[in-house]
């Protein structure tokens, strides 16, 4: 038996390589001359490669998804050369045999007009199928009129054959149209499984395969987007009595209980009292059922060394005061940029809250860490003008303001509760007393 490699053909001036995006035939499978191989995208055009020599497929040198350089070694067929043995070649001429017999035992008399490569609706027709098309006289009408099981509804060698077949058996009617109907088979039914379009890669570009936790995270983010409806509603917050009174205690905290006090623990201790005021946002979908969640267990999204997030979880946040949840959100910080977590500090969150800030961000849409139904986004704080109003009237100042974003499901909170509980969460930031101690 002699090998002959088929290569990925040249497709254009510009077209350096392209993305395997389907195999049409598996290892050890027949080939035909001109049967389409696999299909293969560029940024250009998606088509599909044929092959030059009929033989049997004996090896695929790439996986799908996989991007190939013009004139590389895609696949190795097996043909008929000298020495060949016949045995070995039997079952390939018996099968190919049957076929032709099948086809021409169930073809009739016709004279099909030439099949175009592409046809007035646009649909691509591969020069296998137009081969059969046209020696079984099956018109391009005919041809629209099937219903392929290929990538985009494409008409493959099986259907065209399934559909002479059919045809012969008298299974196919016409209407009074004049047009051919082909009757479904499962495959063809079958729900089509949805892949991303493919990406472009130039020469110059960089492949990076994504780590097992971006993989994850990836999944997990699609996946909410298509569970949830999301709806998003902003509120911008006056935290300057914050400010003023982190920068009074902080360096006495510290001393004190030898920890670093950020914006981060009083928001979080801010979010889980509004949550208790509304219980109705700490909840989960289950089917048709909500869970009322009776523990407020706080996620609190933090980066990871390789840029990866994750969520931390702070267990029953609304029982800690400010000293106890400072130092809860820094060894949960501490220890993730450590990879030092274990499996229950990640689990078992009710509410996540997310601090776009800290990468200077003034507000964001973040993503609902199923299976919760809300996420709090919190903004940049930022030295603003602001209009403040007093007993002697309005006047202009400097104030310390950030914005907050709030992401929930809509399945089952509506504007009004989502807007509402920002709203206190503002009322609560707001009315901080600036003289309390720690």
Not at 139 to 151: A, F, H, R
Not at 165 to 192: I, R
Not at 219 to 228: A, F, G, L, P
Request: charged share 25%; glycine share 8%; proline share 4%.
């Amino acid at each position: 038996m002699a090998k002959f490699e088929l290569k990925l053909p040249k497709m254009g001036e510009s077209v350096a390589e392209a993305t395997i995006t389907s195999w049409l035939k598996d290892v050890g499978e027949k080939i035909e001359l001109d049967d389409a191989i696999v299909e293969i995208a560029t940024d250009k055009v998606d088509s599909e490669v044929p092959s030059e020599v009929e033989g049997v497929l004996l090896e695929r040198l790439f996986e799908e998804n996989d991007v190939v350089k013009v004139g590389e070694t895609i696949a190795v067929i097996e043909i008929e050369g000298e020495g060949a043995q016949e045995e070995e070649v039997a079952p390939v001429v018996e099968e190919a045999v049957t076929e032709v017999q099948k086809i021409v035992e169930v073809a009739k008399e016709a004279v099909a007009a030439p099949i175009e490569k592409k046809s007035v609706s646009g649909k691509f027709y591969s020069p296998l199928v137009r081969n059969i098309a046209e020696k079984e006289g099956v018109s391009m009408d005919e041809l629209e009129s099937i219903v392929g099981s290929g990538k985009d509804g494409r008409v493959t060698k099986d259907d065209i054959l399934s559909y002479i077949d059919n045809k012969g058996k008298g299974v196919v009617e016409k209407a009074e149209t004049k047009q051919v109907v082909a009757t479904p088979t499962p495959k063809e039914v079958a729900k089509p499984v949805q892949k991303a379009a493919p990406v472009s890669v130039n020469g110059g570009d960089e492949i990076i395969e994504m780590s097992r936790m971006g993989k994850l995270v990836a999944k997990h983010m699609v996946d909410s987007v298509q569970t949830s409806a999301h709806v998003q509603s902003f509120i911008e917050i006056d935290v300057t009595n914050i400010v003023n009174w982190r920068n009074k205690v902080k360096d006495a905290f510290f001393k004190r209980e030898g920890e670093k006090l950020t914006f981060t623990p009083i928001l979080m201790q801010a979010v889980a009292n509004t949550i208790k005021k509304f219980p109705l946002i700490n909840i989960s979908v289950d089917g048709e059922n909500i869970i009322k969640r009776k523990n407020i267990n706080l996620g609190m999204a933090a980066a990871l060394a390789d840029g990866n997030l994750i969520v931390p979880v702070i267990k029953n946040a609304d029982q800690l005061n400010l000293v106890g949840m400072t130092k809860s959100v820094n060894d949960l910080a501490t220890r993730a940029r450590a990879n030092q977590l274990k499996p229950d500090d990640i689990q078992g969150g009710t509410y996540t809250v997310t601090n776009v800030g800290s990468f200077g961000s003034v507000m964001g849409t973040p993503i609902i860490n199923q299976p919760q139904v809300a996420i709090l986004a919190l903004g940049a704080i930022r030295k603003v003008p602001a209009v403040i109003e007093t007993a002697e009237g309005d006047f202009i100042g400097i104030r310390q303001k950030m914005f907050v974003s709030h992401s929930y499901d809509h399945r089952v909170v509506n504007g009004a509760l989502g807007g509402m509980f920002i709203k206190t969460l503002k009322e609560t930031l707001e009315s901080w007393d600036v003289n309390q101690e720690f």
